[in-house]
Structures are given as structure tokens and as C-alpha cells.
């Protein structure tokens, strides 16, 4: 009797570690090529997946069907767009932006985006609930366009904006390390190690960082915006505790 409940026990325990192990398989594999081979994406932003990988940005995010998420400085919507796809009809995409473009605003008309909300506003003043309700924050190669006061003051709103376990992506064009904010205007990258401790010292905890966008032969001394999809570029996860 002991041996078959002790058999019957472990049979049932091995089952859930494999049906977990079989959910974290399917979610680090999870395959975003139907939402970029949309027909409806501009061209000009397929054009950008080689270098951006979207795909495996959001792969290593974590970002999956019914999260609440934001992107921050949305600009026309490159992300904001996949985002919509992704997260599907149970999620939520807030698209954040000083000011709406043209071009964005007539652009999340479309039925398919009915999932998205506009935000405008200075980042600063970042407009986000600040419940603990989203699941997912992103600034992708807009960091270094904000002033460092300005910086601070978002990711204490974004801190405010995410659950707990939540996580704040931060992309960006990587400057010398050690350099600070030398680069931010002159060349538009900014030093990764200044990014951490910025984002740290806000409340958040660095939880990994991915090498999908590095590029090692980037000496960091060029004008990211002069020289476009050259740049090694610094992937960033922070985790709200």
C-alpha cells in the first residue's frame, strides 16, 4: 500500500515539474514572427526588426499575452504597434509621449489598436496610474534624450506604475563606460553604468541584462544618429521588488 501511494505521489509531482518546465519552454520560445510579417506594418519598420530584433527583445522581457504595459517616448509607434499585437484584446498598451505626432495619433485609429491609449505629457510628470497595475515598462533609445532630473522623476513614476515583480526595460546607444552624460547630446549615447545606478537608486533592482543588440567592434565615437543601426546598444532589465 505504502510502495503504490509512494509511486502515485511521485508520478503526480513529476508530472507538475514537467508541466512547468513545459510553460517556461513556451514562454522563452515564444514566436513573434506573425505580428512583425504583418501586412499592415510599414515597411520602413520591418526594415528596422534586423537591427532593433524585436522578437527577441520582448522574448527576453517576458512580455506575453494579457499584460498591461507601457512605452515610454512611443514616438511613431514602432513598438507601441507590436506591443498592441502581443499583449492581444486582454492586455493594455499605454503609449507615452510629450506630445502625440501626427502620424501616431491617426495611426492608433486603426480597430486593430483599440487596445492602446495615448498618453501625452511631460515624462517627468509621467501620466501613468500609479496603482502597481502594469506588468511591463519600456524606453527604448530615448533614455539619453531626457535631462537627468528628468530621468530621476520618471523612474520613480514608473516604479509607481508597475507591479510588484513588474518589469522596466531601458534600451539604449551605449557610451564609454565611465563617461556619464558626456555623450547624451553630442553623439546621443549614454553610459550604461550611469543608467544603473539612476534606475537603482529609484527603487528598482537590476535583474538581467541581454547581448541580443551588443556590438563589440562599436568604438562609441560616433554620432548614433549620423551613423544609424551601427551602434552597440546596452539591453537592460530592472524588477520592481
Given at each position: 500500500?505504502?510502495?503504490?501511494?509512494?509511486?502515485?505521489?511521485?508520478?503526480?509531482?513529476?508530472?507538475?515539474?514537467?508541466?512547468?518546465?513545459?510553460?517556461?519552454?513556451?514562454?522563452?520560445?515564444?514566436?513573434?514572427?506573425?505580428?512583425?510579417?504583418?501586412?499592415?506594418?510599414?515597411e520602413?519598420?520591418?526594415?528596422?526588426?534586423?537591427?532593433?530584433?524585436?522578437?527577441?527583445?520582448?522574448?527576453?522581457?517576458g512580455?506575453?499575452?494579457g499584460?498591461?504595459?507601457?512605452?515610454?517616448?512611443a514616438?511613431?509607434?514602432?513598438?507601441?504597434?507590436?506591443?498592441?499585437?502581443?499583449?492581444?484584446?486582454?492586455?493594455?498598451?499605454?503609449?507615452?509621449?510629450?506630445?502625440?505626432?501626427?502620424?501616431?495619433?491617426?495611426?492608433?485609429?486603426?480597430?486593430?489598436?483599440?487596445?492602446?491609449?495615448?498618453?501625452?505629457?511631460?515624462?517627468?510628470?509621467?501620466?501613468?496610474?500609479?496603482?502597481?497595475?502594469?506588468?511591463?515598462?519600456?524606453?527604448?533609445l530615448?533614455?539619453?534624450?531626457?535631462?537627468?532630473?528628468?530621468?530621476?522623476?520618471?523612474?520613480?513614476?514608473?516604479?509607481?506604475?508597475?507591479?510588484?515583480?513588474?518589469?522596466?526595460?531601458?534600451?539604449?546607444?551605449?557610451?564609454?563606460?565611465?563617461?556619464?552624460?558626456?555623450?547624451?547630446?553630442?553623439?546621443?549615447?549614454?553610459?550604461?553604468?550611469?543608467?544603473?545606478?539612476?534606475?537603482?537608486?529609484?527603487?528598482?533592482?537590476?535583474?538581467?541584462?541581454?547581448?541580443?543588440?551588443?556590438?563589440?567592434?562599436?568604438?562609441?565615437?560616433?554620432?548614433?544618429?549620423?551613423?544609424?543601426?551601427?551602434?552597440?546598444?546596452?539591453?537592460?532589465?530592472?524588477?520592481?521588488?
Open positions: 500500500m505504502f510502495n503504490v501511494l509512494s509511486q502515485r505521489v511521485y508520478t503526480f509531482g513529476l508530472g507538475l515539474i514537467l508541466a512547468f518546465a513545459g510553460c517556461a519552454m513556451t514562454r522563452s520560445q515564444q514566436d513573434f514572427s506573425s505580428i512583425l510579417a504583418d501586412k499592415e506594418r510599414p520602413t519598420e520591418k526594415a528596422l526588426d534586423s537591427t532593433r530584433k524585436p522578437n527577441e527583445v520582448l522574448a527576453f522581457y512580455v506575453k499575452s499584460d498591461k504595459v507601457a512605452d515610454i517616448f514616438a511613431r509607434g514602432y513598438y507601441t504597434a507590436i506591443l498592441s499585437q502581443v499583449v492581444g484584446p486582454q492586455g493594455l498598451v499605454y503609449a507615452v509621449v510629450p506630445a502625440s505626432r501626427p502620424e501616431l495619433t491617426e495611426r492608433m485609429k486603426n480597430p486593430k489598436f483599440t487596445n492602446v491609449r495615448l498618453v501625452e505629457g511631460p515624462l517627468d510628470k509621467l501620466a501613468l496610474p500609479q496603482d502597481g497595475s502594469l506588468d511591463f515598462a519600456l524606453i527604448h530615448n533614455y539619453h534624450d531626457l535631462s537627468p532630473d528628468a530621468r530621476i522623476a520618471m523612474n520613480k513614476r514608473i516604479l509607481g506604475t508597475l507591479k510588484r515583480g513588474g518589469v522596466y526595460g531601458v534600451v539604449d546607444h551605449s557610451a564609454k563606460e565611465g563617461s556619464g552624460n558626456e555623450a547624451v547630446k553630442t553623439l546621443h549615447r549614454i553610459d550604461k553604468l550611469l543608467v544603473i545606478k539612476e534606475v537603482t537608486g529609484s527603487g528598482f533592482k537590476l535583474a538581467k541584462e541581454g547581448t541580443m543588440l551588443s556590438r563589440p567592434e562599436d568604438k562609441r565615437d560616433f554620432n548614433v544618429n549620423k551613423e544609424r543601426n551601427l551602434s552597440d546598444r546596452f539591453v537592460l532589465a530592472f524588477e520592481k521588488p
